[in-house]
């Protein structure tokens, strides 16, 4: 079956109430699962008795199991062995996004996809937000000879914002702001560093680009051969919102808000960005000192200096595991790898 074939019914998410201690007598009522409220951290149920809304935590829910997998997986391109344990579904004030409805371990594999669009920005144009004609036309090829279902899954990413362009460009505004490349926290110039010498392509990922932004993801991807696999970063909670980075790491909060707001057209309202003043300041600190020593590590990379590389990787994790960040860096991990190998020491 394929999602056009869904029906509105099926997709929709049905829970039992349970473990209501301020009103038992809901204890035992089904309904519907309408959305998620991130403010209060609950889902609005619609209760199937008597049509009356309801805002309920996510302990005190049993979603229901054999039948839950996303209207979203119902496509070739994905694959996963945990389909019941994550759903799109509407959060408030966000548009879509993807929330747990189990208990997730770090380090699980959420699931694996191949990308619907996958586009190489020419070099001399990399850094431009405006595209070249013929950039444009390899991309709208590309999207002419999609199915009509993946189309409409691909439109139903793109911003109000874009809705008055010709398509063409609103689908290169669409593509921009819900694609990226091979590479999590690592800087283009780093990529475009390596060994080839060219770009690598960024994709667009229909069920991945569903993430929501937070400055202190819950997630991390990795793509390999084409396909990108999202996982746990650290155990995540029923009922807690699944989220990526749309930002570097070392950037200040007044920053991130500027791009997030210009690029994105959202106020980021995460656990960071919300820290009283002098909390945020403090994490501005360490995410400016974060950038310093990043940038240090490839002079010191060619430099040999193998054990201050060494140093340097472990003061990164330590200014991450302070801001609540367990995201992968794997551009630090091989700076790691092989400093340990000039050193002539065995990983661990
Ligand atoms: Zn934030």
């Known amino acids: 079956m394929t999602s056009s074939q869904l029906t509105e019914a099926q997709t929709g998410l049905e829970a039992t109430i349970e473990g209501l201690q301020s009103r038992p007598e809901l204890n035992g009522a089904r309904g519907k699962v309408l959305k998620f409220l991130p403010e209060k951290n609950r889902f609005q149920v619609r209760l199937a008795s008597d049509e009356s809304c309801l805002s309920v935590k996510a302990t005190n829910l049993q979603f229901e199991g054999a039948d839950r997998a996303d209207a979203e997986l119902?496509?070739?391109?994905?694959?996963?062995?945990?389909?019941?344990?994550?759903?799109?579904?509407?959060?408030?004030?966000?548009?879509?996004?993807?929330?747990?409805?189990?208990?997730?371990?770090?380090?699980?594999?959420?699931?694996?996809?191949?990308?619907?669009?996958?586009?190489?920005?020419?070099?001399?144009?990399?850094?431009?937000?405006?595209?070249?004609?013929?950039?444009?036309?390899?991309?709208?090829?590309?999207?002419?000879?999609?199915?009509?279902?993946?189309?409409?899954?691909?439109?139903?990413?793109?911003?109000?914002?874009?809705?008055?362009?010709?398509?063409?460009?609103?689908l290169v505004q669409t593509f921009a702001t819900n694609s990226f490349g091979p590479e999590e926290n690592t800087r283009m110039a780093d990529v475009a560093d390596a060994s080839t010498g060219s770009l690598a392509s960024d994709m667009l990922f229909l069920l991945t680009a569903r993430l929501n932004h937070s400055c202190r993801p819950n997630c991390s991807r990795r793509v390999t051969g084409g396909k990108v696999t999202v996982f746990a970063a650290r155990d995540i909670e029923k009922g807690e919102e699944l989220t990526f980075s749309y930002i570097g790491f070392w950037h200040d909060h007044r920053f991130r808000q500027q791009v997030l707001q210009g690029n994105y057209g959202f106020v980021c309202k995460c656990p960071v960005c919300g820290l009283p003043p002098s909390e945020l300041a403090e994490s501005d600190a360490r995410r400016r000192r974060f950038d310093r020593l990043d940038d240090e590590l490839p002079k010191l990379r060619k430099a040999k200096l193998w054990k201050k590389v060494l140093q340097t990787c472990a003061e990164l994790w330590a200014i991450r595991k302070e801001e609540g960040d367990e995201t992968s860096m794997f551009f630090v991990e091989e700076h790691e790898r092989l400093a340990r190998e000039k050193l002539g020491k065995s990983k661990k």
């Open 74 to 170: 119902q496509t070739s391109r994905v694959t996963s062995d945990r389909a019941n344990a994550f759903r799109v579904m509407e959060v408030e004030g966000r548009g879509k996004g993807v929330i747990a409805l189990e208990m997730l371990k770090k380090g699980d594999a959420l699931w694996v996809e191949t990308p619907v669009l996958s586009h190489c920005r020419p070099a001399q144009f990399a850094n431009s937000p405006s595209w070249d004609p013929e950039e444009i036309v390899r991309l709208w090829d590309q999207f002419s000879a999609l199915a009509e279902n993946d189309k409409g899954r691909l439109w139903s990413l793109a911003s109000k914002n874009n809705q008055f362009l010709p398509p063409p460009q609103e």
